[in-house]
């Protein structure tokens, strides 16, 4: 029986039948049908040796590496008329106009002021121990919007604009009430926003004063914008310009008498310190300098929207570059360099070479999970590369036996057309050979005995 095997085996091998298990072998120049093969040991001087071959890597577009960039806002954007009018020099006895006197009245809440809403929540021990801490956790504000309403969660929207902190209190419990919550609450305004006073001219720090629930007097709106910093009081004046009207009182009687200091201020006041005595012409030029700084103030938002429209139609149109250039990758519709895996690999394919940068020999293999140690021989991890004119390889062998040589791995540059071929292990060269010899030594037997 012996015999007949070893007989059999020795006929499948002649005929062609057995496993033919592909390798790497050094073929000498001027070999008849064959193309010359030369097997270099890869070491760290034979791995720079080979890098020094010339090759760039094919880059991306120019669109995945700019930016897009923020023009700045031109001044002629921004450019507004000359004022027709100007202050004068040297004043002369202003005349007193004092506006009609105002009457105390609550404050009542507008767009852009913030509410702080504070409702009773259970409170665990540490909570009742931290006091302060506790009653904060249970305060919410809330910002009036444009329609005049604040929006509470499970209540809904409620209209408080115009209303005094009372009525919008009211207002509040009965929307609570109707959507069966607790009503207990206090409510308190913690961001004047909705109504304030202009005060410029010579003053320390010309500034938007906000009117809260004390009246604000013209005295203390002066105090708030840092004081009257004129430099001669007999000619400094005090103008108050109001819904089209303008008012104005000496620096000096206005220092002189206290009740107008007291002068009651309401929403969209403004108040200038300047040493103009022409009624007329500072009536003119105040307005004029409102006009000017609205229309400054309309050109720069116009200005900003085109410029946002812009960079956004910039960034989408890059944004589409791309997307475009990742398609076409992905369909493999772009020329690509390829390394070719070959052998005991994961998975035999192709490893497309990256862009903008040189990939390893370490790159290759590991796409691919890297080396499969039951099958492969990481003593025979070779990298083919041919000539330009393609009559001689030079098959640059890795000995990985000593896992420390992988280093040479990741130092070993790959050039397109490489092919990465990883042998096989002696056993399970001879494992495939016995496994496909099988189902031929059976019947070879099967025919002996008969």
């Not at 020099?89 to 609550?106: F, G, M, Y």
């Not at 009653?135 to 929006?151: L, M």
């Not at 008012?247 to 206290?258: N, V």
């Not at 025979?380 to 791995?409: E, F, S, W």
Request: hydrophobic residues 45%; charged residues 20%.
């Amino acid at each position: 029986m012996r015999r007949s095997f070893f007989l059999v085996f020795a006929f499948l091998t002649g005929c062609g039948s057995a496993y033919i298990s592909p390798s790497v072998k050094a073929v000498p120049e001027g070999t008849a049908d064959s193309v010359a093969v030369k097997v270099v040991p890869l070491t760290a001087r034979i791995a720079a040796k080979a890098n020094r071959s010339h090759y760039v890597p094919r880059g991306l577009p120019r669109v995945f590496s700019t930016v897009t960039a923020t023009p700045a806002v031109a001044d002629a954007a921004l450019a507004t008329p000359s004022p027709a009018t100007t202050p004068e020099s040297r004043p002369q006895n202003a005349t007193v106009r004092i506006p009609p006197r105002l009457k105390p009245a609550p404050y009542r809440i507008g767009v852009a002021d913030v509410l702080l809403l504070a409702t009773p929540t259970p409170a665990s021990t540490v909570e009742q121990l931290s006091g302060l801490l506790a009653a904060q956790n249970k305060r919410q504000g809330y910002t009036v919007q444009d329609d005049g309403a604040i929006a509470i969660p499970d209540v809904g929207r409620v209209n408080v604009a115009g209303l005094t902190l009372d009525e919008a209190e009211a207002e509040i419990f009965k929307a609570l009430v109707k959507n069966q919550i607790n009503p207990t609450f206090s409510l308190e305004v913690s961001a004047f926003n909705s109504q304030r006073v202009t005060v410029g001219g010579a003053v320390a720090k010309p500034a938007l004063v906000p009117i809260t629930l004390k009246p604000l007097h013209l005295g203390e709106a002066l105090q708030l914008a840092g004081g009257v910093i004129a430099k001669d009081q007999d000619y400094a004046t005090i103008r108050l310009y109001r819904a089209g009207k303008l008012y104005e009182i000496p620096l000096t009687q206005f220092l002189a008498k206290a009740r107008l200091q007291k002068i009651l201020l309401k929403d969209q006041d403004s108040v200038y310190v300047d040493t103009t005595f022409d009624l007329g012409r500072a009536q003119a030029y105040f307005a004029e300098q409102i006009q000017l700084m609205n229309l400054k103030s309309s050109a720069r938002s116009q200005a900003l929207a085109q410029l946002q429209a812009e960079v956004t139609i910039a960034r989408g149109r890059a944004t589409e570059q791309r997307d475009n250039f990742k398609a076409r990758v992905a369909l493999d519709a772009l020329p690509r360099d390829y390394v070719y895996l070959g052998g005991e690999v994961t998975n035999q394919g192709r490893f497309p070479l990256p862009f903008s940068r040189k990939a390893t020999l370490a790159d290759a293999l590991y796409s691919q999970s890297g080396v499969p140690t039951n099958t492969g021989n990481v003593g025979q991890i070779y990298v083919l590369r041919g000539n330009k004119v393609g009559t001689a390889v030079t098959a640059y062998q890795l000995d990985a036996r000593n896992i420390a040589n992988m280093m040479l791995a990741t130092r070993l540059e790959l050039r397109p057309n490489d092919i990465v071929f990883v042998a096989e292990q002696p056993v399970t060269k001879w494992n495939r050979a016995l496994t496909q010899m099988g189902p031929s030594l059976v019947q070879a037997t099967v025919a002996k005995v008969k």
